[in-house]
Nanobody, 111 residues
Framework: QVRLVESGGGLVQAGESLRLSCAAS????????MAWYRQAPGKERELVAA???????YYADSVKGRFTISRDNAKNTLYLQMNTLKPEDTAMYYC?????WGRGTQVTVSS
């Protein structure tokens, strides 16, 4: 069974940075597409960044140039480096290896 555990969220001010981590177990981590999603209150869950199944990465337009997705296959860990955070980045952030989801980590950015 795949288990995904996120960490690294918190409360920061606009312009600051955070790095989210997602520890994965129960799957062949290095071969799987992995992604970060987020969901703000009252809004639908949206894809933020991903490693695609056929290679390459995806970023939502709203985070391009500010967020970077990376992975350490030796540690079975996925990361999301978030720089120049904005209040509109406030959301619960989820790690996903579809159809599996983590429980999320809260990111709150104050203005």
């Amino acid at each position: 069974q795949v288990r995904l555990v996120e960490s690294g969220g918190g409360l920061v001010q606009a312009g600051e940075s955070l790095r989210l981590s997602c520890a994965a177990s129960g799957s062949i981590f290095s071969r799987n597409a992995m992604a970060w999603y987020r969901q703000a209150p009252g809004k639908e869950r949206e894809l933020v960044a991903a490693f695609m199944i056929r290679g390459g990465t995806y970023y939502a337009d709203s985070v391009k140039g500010r967020f970077t997705i990376s992975r350490d296959n030796a540690k079975n860990t996925l990361y999301l480096q978030m720089n120049t955070l904005k209040p509109e980045d406030t959301a619960m952030y989820y790690c996903a290896q579809l159809p599996y989801w983590g429980r999320g980590t809260q990111v709150t950015v104050s203005s």
